[in-house]
């Protein structure tokens, strides 16, 4: 059952991240938000995390910081450029957190990457509110998040993980193509390669969170659903730089 509840709740996600793109900058970097918000409150819960308070904070603030600065540079010529301080700041915003923390500072190493890797991930989320500002505009935002809704959909099918996983592959695929061929065939190819390359992340996290999100709760649950649209949003944008439709 939660294994439904999670696909449900990344395309519900996912969809309001598609329509959101249909109306603004800043309308999407608020669906975004949203997003950030829900990866951030159940990562600590999603890997077990010790101190979740502060693993939140760092994870929802580098999120948001990101969000922020999509929108500043979003037409930019290198906006992914910028991006290079943000992740250096949220290397040294986890390394001073773990300092600050008092002793004995049980599961330091697990503390300092697993909130690491949360920042990474809602940075990434950030990059989808660059995608309306490529040559393929706000439907890249739409395709990459029919790929996500679908392949997360397939792997929530009651059958082995090795099966799912080829299924959502090929699944998110072919509805990322569909969507393209019925909103604007011009962007068939950019609809497979952006479908490949999300599903194919979808399916890799969700075999990463399997386990934590049918064991650790409700927030592990909500991080689980965020999580993947977050990290599309990067795959998303950076093959769609690749066309000038």
């Excluded at 996912?14 to 950030?36: C, D, Q, R």
């Excluded at 600065?69 to 010529?77: D, E, I, S, T, Y």
């Excluded at 497979?192 to 390359?197: E, H, N, P, S, Y």
């Amino acid at each position: 059952m939660n294994a439904v509840l999670g696909a449900a709740a990344s395309v519900a996600l996912a969809a309001l991240v598609a329509l959101a793109a249909y109306s603004g900058s800043f309308v999407l970097a608020l669906a975004v938000g949203l997003v950030v918000l829900a990866t951030a409150l159940g990562w600590s819960a999603l890997f077990d995390l010790p101190s979740p308070l502060g693993s939140a904070v760092l994870v929802g603030v580098a999120g948001g910081a990101g969000v922020v600065l999509a929108l500043a540079v979003q037409h930019k010529a290198r906006p992914l450029a910028w991006f290079a301080a943000l992740v250096a700041a949220c290397v040294l915003g986890a390394f001073v957190r773990e300092i600050l923390r008092r002793p004995p500072r049980e599961a330091l190493v697990e503390s300092l990457t697993g909130t690491l890797a949360g920042e990474v991930v809602v940075v990434f989320g950030a990059a989808w509110v660059l995608v309306p500002a490529t040559g393929v505009g706000a439907i890249g935002v739409l395709l990459g998040a029919v790929a996500v809704g679908v392949a997360r959909l397939a792997t929530a099918l009651p059958l082995s993980a090795s099966v799912t996983g080829w299924i959502g592959l090929g699944a998110g695929t072919v509805g990322a193509m569909i969507a393209a061929q019925i909103v604007s065939p011009v962007h068939l190819g950019p609809g497979a390669l952006i479908g490949v390359a999300v599903a194919a992340v979808v399916v890799a996290l969700d075999r990463l969170f399997a386990h934590a999100q049918l064991t650790r709760g409700t927030a592990a649950l909500v991080a689980s659903s965020a999580a993947p649209v977050a990290a599309a949003g990067v795959v998303a944008y950076m093959i769609a730089r690749l066309f000038a439709v």
